[in-house]
């Protein structure tokens, strides 16, 4: 069957979100961006908040972003319903003194940023992207359109590429973007100043950058009944825009907060300042909770009636190694959004959070699949058993089954970006 207008209008969206969000610190704006024509209000760290019933709010932080609806009827021991996700993806990041070359050709200095396929990268025209610090302290985001790209070496100088392709992660994984004809011109390149001049900056009042590179195209629907919608960073912007089109519509009679929490720096491991490691959520959910009145055994109880739902993608069945999938469960695109779970808790699901997933799935009316690793295959992990174990809060990992996961372009099922959302939806109404 094909697919719906709403799924189809779904993918066109997160196309739109993705595109707008080629760096962590762009992702947070633009989630900033669609929560504020929602009527969300900002909040600054740094100031006084004023938090009560019948507010739809949010704060900043680098490349993360906290936000949500109190309730009409909230009291200061309404508990939350907490739906996460992360804003990074594996990239390239720039390297101090980044404007570099070699015979002929301006490069890009970059450190790998993450466990990205190498070979994925190839061949592809790359965006730079993210935040400039100047010289007054202020931060500001730059992009630039299609401006790099790792080019392959022909299959004419490397006869067995096809047998083994290995790249040097330092020697072979520097991008070009231009050619110097001289050795004076070499000198004079200037890499940040390519990207200051798209936020309109004096490339001079830069003091400090977090750049990275992203995939320059845009996402895509197609394939039989336009099951497949293939993008860059899905890894994990399909939960964050599924979130945020939850968030906007989150109704103000739920027994509950919402809360869309949305971490930078998963792909490294979490342990920072706006990772899911950090204090972030701590604080905020502290800080809403002080401005309800909360004393600390209502902070407590509340905190032990919450749920948080953290999602993040996870893997199809691959029909080219289904021996690398256990033999009996498998998801596979387009059937669903994917239950997580891990023995060893590499995930955080349990027998109760498994129940409550399976409740709101219903509530939405959609089907869920769900994922477990083959046994001499190990899972990967995620933010839910982080924030599991730093706030006690009750977590169920899910998200969404797709192919080439960590590839600069991933693969997704349309139908499941949509159910996702649907579920993020009737969890905060639940
Ligand atoms: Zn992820």
Redesign the pocket.
């Known amino acids: 069957m094909p697919a719906s207008p709403e799924t189809l209008a779904h993918a066109d969206d997160l196309a739109d979100f993705v595109a707008a969000s080629p760096s962590s610190f762009h992702a947070a704006a633009e989630v900033a961006r669609r929560l504020s024509d929602a009527g969300f209000t900002p909040l600054d760290e740094r100031e006084l908040w004023s938090v009560g019933p019948g507010e739809k709010q949010f704060v900043v932080r680098d490349g993360a972003i906290l936000a949500w609806v109190v309730p009409e009827g909230a009291n200061p021991d309404t508990p939350f319903h907490i739906f996460g996700a ?1 804003s990074d993806s594996p990239a390239f990041k720039l390297k101090p003194k980044p404007t570099t070359g070699r015979a002929g050709w301006l490069q890009a200095g970059v450190e790998i940023y993450g466990g990205p396929l190498l070979n994925s990268w190839l061949d592809r025209e790359l965006r730079l992207a993210g935040r400039l610090v100047l010289d007054d302290g202020t931060s500001v985001l730059a992009a630039t359109g299609a401006l790099l790209r790792l080019p392959q070496l022909a299959i004419h100088l490397d006869r067995e590429a096809n047998d083994h392709l290995a790249l040097g992660k330092q020697t072979q994984t520097q991008p070009v973007w231009g050619v110097a004809s001289t050795l004076g011109d070499v000198a004079s390149a200037d890499l940040l100043a390519e990207v200051a001049a798209t936020a309109d900056v004096d490339p001079a009042r830069i003091r400090g950058y977090d750049l990275v590179t992203a995939d320059a195209a845009r996402g895509v629907v197609f394939g039989k009944d336009d099951a497949f919608f293939a993008s860059g960073r899905l ?2 912007l399909a939960s964050v825009h599924a979130g945020v089109v939850a968030l906007a519509q989150a109704p103000l009679d739920a027994p509950h907060i919402a809360m869309l929490a949305v971490f930078d720096h ?2 490294v491991g979490s342990g920072t300042r706006s990772g899911a490691a950090g204090p972030l959520l701590e604080d905020v959910l502290e800080r809403i909770q002080l401005g309800l009145g909360a004393d600390r055994e209502q902070q407590l109880r509340a905190r032990a009636a919450s749920w948080c739902v953290s999602s ?2 996870g893997h199809s069945v691959h029909p080219n190694y289904v021996e690398k999938h256990d033999p009996v469960v498998q998801a596979v695109l387009g059937s669903g959004p994917i239950l997580k779970i891990n023995a060893n808790q590499r995930y955080a699901t349990d027998a109760a959070g498994a129940a409550a997933w399976h409740g709101w799935c219903d509530a939405a009316g959609v089907e869920s699949q769900e994922f477990v690793s083959n046994n001499a295959v190990p899972c990967g992990s ?1 933010i839910g058993p982080i924030t599991a174990t730093r706030l006690g809060i009750r977590t169920v990992d899910v998200g969404i089954p797709i192919l080439s996961m960590h590839s600069a372009r991933e693969l997704a099922g349309t139908a499941d970006l949509v159910a996702l959302s649907r579920v993020a939806a009737a969890f905060f109404a639940a």
């Open positions: 992360h890894d994990d998963e792909e993040d993608v995620t």
